[in-house]
DNA sequence: AATGAATGAGAGTTCATTCAT
DNA sequence: AATGAATGAACTCTCATTCAT
């Protein structure tokens, strides 16, 4: 899942032992909070995991919470950016629409940990660092619900529901999937995000 | 140490000091968990906020962990008795379908503590209560799952949407209700449940 | 629930009603205290075995330490008893010396747990409780010991040996049974004892 | 490598200021086991002694449990070593049993602290662990009977009594020393060790 | 004679973090 | 860049005992 891997041709590519340090700390540390909660995910489990030492960890993170905020960065960072991506093609509204909440849901299946931990343990950030995360957040549900504003001034989508209800009702459908899909079930991710587009846009026809 | 319950006839019966122990217990716990999470909460703050013991409260539950598990035991068992009552009301199935939803919307606003903790600290209880949890639960989202499915019987909904699908799409919206709602804002409960019932019903439509 | 005591003929000797509360709780104490421990039983968990309360179990006995020291008080006069009666009949030095090496085998034997309580646990009775215990076992010892003297006095046994250096030698084996016999084993109490009592006695020989 | 020792020079090298952390911490949790028995000494306690913290000694052990059955483990690993090495002198038979005898006396009596740890509190030790400690020791018992059968079958030693009785008899009494033995006593531990080794060996006389 | 709610002290253990090297 | 010993505070939970009823 992470790409961790040896920046520098030459490295060693071993078997637990690829990537730089760093990024061998995020991304184990991503899988324990994922499966543990990052509370009772402890330090030495992580760096043990990792297979580096706690004065390692301190050497490169401040503390925990820089773990799990760096978690939270990235993924923040990689949904902003392909929304980013969607909102601007050349394409009819409800087309942009449609693929942009395809789109969420097939990234956000396709980093499930980081969005587990995104539900589960967002509110155990400092408050400083959650303030800035949800800054981040509303940025990027902000982008999304301008796309359904520009469609109900411009009649395609109906305009009796507050577009920003609309934004947390749908994104509540996509931060769940977390609790329920299971790679390997009877659907994938892009039909998941099919359907999922189709119920939004259903219901706001106008 | 604390002396605690109105043993004074006239004692105020005010936030702190109503009720049996246990009820106390179990109404603080449901306020720091749902403000803190669970395993920020210590013990220790919760018998002080209730003003007892921790002798007191091992005496009454058996751990930590069960007081969790009774908060999430009471939601569940009052949001299903609700869920039933509305599922079988004389009515066609699309105004069945809009009162269940609208209604698991009001109910779970205001139990609105008691729906984040489910949210964030399911995962923390141990892994033979969680089943217990999971089996209520998804009796639940069958329950809701059967007015879905005879709708798409009868031709009331469209069909070409996997039925618990869209229970989890719609369910995910209901819990993300915790982060972002606040009672005060510009919306009523049940202005927000018919809102959400209409999108529910409109994605619905044949 | 508990029914109890049953003091008057008549009651029903049922199967884990008899007795009086006192004995019931004396007999499942010894058998826990036997098993775990002193400290690693809790009045919980005797006062259950026993089904009473733990009200009824402080309302005869002052604390968990009377408990124990009701269990080695009835031992103690039970073995010193048994070894007056053997020590005075009318027999030659010899087989009176068998008799009560080989008896003493038998009856701790007879009563294992209450032995090994003695072993294990003796040194956590307050202070005050231990000398007095420790008082009336060397009583104990003093009998035996001048059964020897007796010997050595007459030349049945040899001199050169402190007696009271072979009844620690002798009884250290007698206090051992309890980590080694077992019931149902290859050998009958008795057998054990007399095994016993013809090591001491040919160690003795002049 | 420990930080803890001797910060000022001309601190007393006395009692509990000298060694490596480790081995202060095994050494004052032996004193106070023996003396106070294993339940009864608080982890506080021993830090106490040590002069160091929890946490430093949480570093070195898993557990309470561990610093018991490191005790364990040393002791037996030296016994057995010692039996080892008089079991195989170039000697008749009779004398190796009498050495052998003696010395486990001696050795004993050398750390009375550990063996009254042995008695007291082996049974409190997990139940794994115990088996570890139980095999251990079972082999220095067999090694011992193994210098019987041998006199057995020589005919050195009588043969109507079962070897193993014969080993359980006497080590019976040697683990007993700890309940009666005081240094300063009028007896030398080679003296009660040379007493105990004639009654073993007259006791076996055929 | 007996109950059971409540106490309060202390148990063993975990943990994020620091710091000399 | 990295180690790992050590800290110190906090954690959940247990327990013998008391006392109003």
Redesign the interface.
């Known amino acids: 899942m992470t790409r961790a891997n040896a920046r520098k041709p030459g490295a060693a590519p071993g078997a637990d032992d690829q990537g730089s340090v760093p990024r061998r700390l995020l991304s184990h540390a991503t899988k324990l909070f994922a499966k543990k909660?990052f509370?009772?995910t402890s330090v030495q489990e992580i760096v043990e995991a990792a297979g580096v030492t706690k004065g390692a960890m301190y050497h490169y993170f401040g503390s925990k919470d820089d773990l799990l905020y760096e978690i939270y960065a990235r993924v923040l960072r990689e949904q902003t950016e392909q929304l980013e991506k969607v909102a601007v093609i050349d394409a009819p509204l409800r087309e942009r629409l449609t693929a942009a909440a395809s789109d969420v849901v097939v990234s956000t299946i396709a980093s499930l940990d980081d969005n587990k931990i995104f539900?589960?343990s967002m509110?155990?950030l400092s408050a400083e660092k959650q303030k800035a995360v949800r800054a981040e957040r509303r940025k990027y549900h902000e982008r999304f619900r301008t796309l359904i504003e520009e469609g109900q001034a411009s009649g395609d989508f109906r305009a009796d529901?507050?577009a920003d209800?609309?934004v947390?009702?749908?994104?509540?459908?996509?931060?769940?999937?977390g609790s329920?899909y299971h790679r390997g079930g009877s659907?994938t991710a892009r039909q998941?995000g099919d359907?999922?587009a189709?119920?939004?846009l259903?219901?706001l026809?106008p």
Request: charged content about 20%.
């Open positions: 909660g509370d009772r539900a589960q509110h155990q529901k507050p209800l609309v947390d009702f749908f994104f509540g459908s996509v931060h769940h999937l329920w659907l998941v359907h999922y189709d119920l939004l259903d219901s026809r």
